[in-house]
């Protein structure tokens, strides 16, 4: 059960922690195109000779499919007040339909067997949509197709699948919960994983942001073009290789502590660095009977960059400044 739990995490929460881009929650449903790049020099083994290390890239378009946003009165004459009054005959009809694609490209090093270095590749396409109801939360849900596999075991790559379901109530830019459900179609193992998350002032340009399972941290904003934020996260990918003669997964799991700092260079155009410390860390062979499987790696830095162009304004930022602001 602790296996099956550990790579739970491993599948979903990585993806919970990518889809609820917390301190930017105006830009969730927002088209864009994202590039990250990350790098983690070589760390030891514990148990076995050999040096883990891993630099990727990747790339992913988030494009507008549908919106609708419209306004219109109607009178409610089971209002029992005239603030309900008020409130209910004003109806609000907003929702969006995103797609998504990304590509990424990793160079892992596991220089403990004979093939010291490993080329991986993922690829996805995925929708993604949100609905405003009538009390004024947001109703939102994600589905994505992937291959992830090492270039040496192509042939075999299978495809996975995962999504989530759930509610976000938005009450202004700085306080918002959400809940719901993702799970994960993951060669032959189907994991399901409940979250909650959301933002939450600390006073002043301090906040407290959270997606657990998968992240804890708070942030500082100290101008409108500079945030900070600082904490524990969970940081895992999952992908086929070759293992001696078979086709097995290949899984690396963290928890790391991470610091981050975005800057806003302008309306539409954002750039981003973090630095991150895996004070636990492993590498596990999955799907093989060769013997042992699992790796831990001793604790290393990692560090990263990225950028968001932005192609325009999306339905959430006018739900949060028209509607719940």
């Not at 991150?276 to 990263?304: D, K, M, W």
């Amino acid at each position: 059960m602790r296996k099956l739990s550990f790579l739970g995490l491993l599948v979903v929460a990585p993806s919970l922690a990518q889809t609820f881009d917390v301190e930017q929650i105006d830009q969730l449903f927002r088209p864009r195109l994202r590039v990250d790049l990350h790098y983690q020099p070589e760390s030891a083994f514990r148990d076995t000779t050999g040096f883990f290390s891993e630099l990727d890239g990747s790339a992913a378009v988030t494009f507008p499919i549908h919106s609708r946003f419209d306004v219109s009165l109607g009178l409610d004459t089971n209002a029992r007040s005239l603030g309900e009054l008020v409130t209910n005959s004003v109806r609000i009809e907003a929702s969006q339909l995103l797609g998504s694609f990304r590509f990424g490209a990793r160079q892992v090093e596991t220089g403990f067997d004979t093939v010291p270095t490993r080329q991986l590749y993922s690829a996805s396409v995925g929708l993604m949509g949100m609905k405003l109801t009538k009390k004024k939360r947001v109703l939102f849900w994600s589905a994505n197709v992937n291959v992830s596999e090492e270039d040496a075991s192509l042939d075999g790559a299978v495809p996975r699948f995962n999504g989530t379901i759930g509610k976000m109530h938005v009450k202004g830019v700085r306080r918002t919960f959400f809940y719901g459900l993702g799970i994960a179609f993951s060669d032959k193992l189907t994991l399901p994983m409940p979250f909650i998350g959301g933002t939450a002032p600390l006073g002043g340009d301090w906040s407290f942001q959270y997606v657990l399972p998968a992240q804890l941290a708070v942030g500082f904003a100290p101008t409108k073009r500079t945030k900070f934020l600082s904490g524990i996260s969970i940081d895992a990918f999952r992908s086929g290789a070759q293992w001696h003669a078979d086709r097995a997964n290949l899984n690396y799991g963290a928890v790391r502590a991470f610091l981050n700092v975005r800057y806003k260079a302008g309306d539409h155009f954002q750039v981003r660095a973090d630095l991150g410390y895996a004070f636990t860390q492993t590498v596990r062979f999955s799907g093989t009977a060769v013997e042992p499987t699992r790796y831990p790696i001793v604790p290393g830095l990692s560090i990263g960059v990225g950028a968001n162009v932005l192609f325009g304004a999306g339905i959430m930022e006018r739900v949060i400044e028209e509607v719940v602001r």
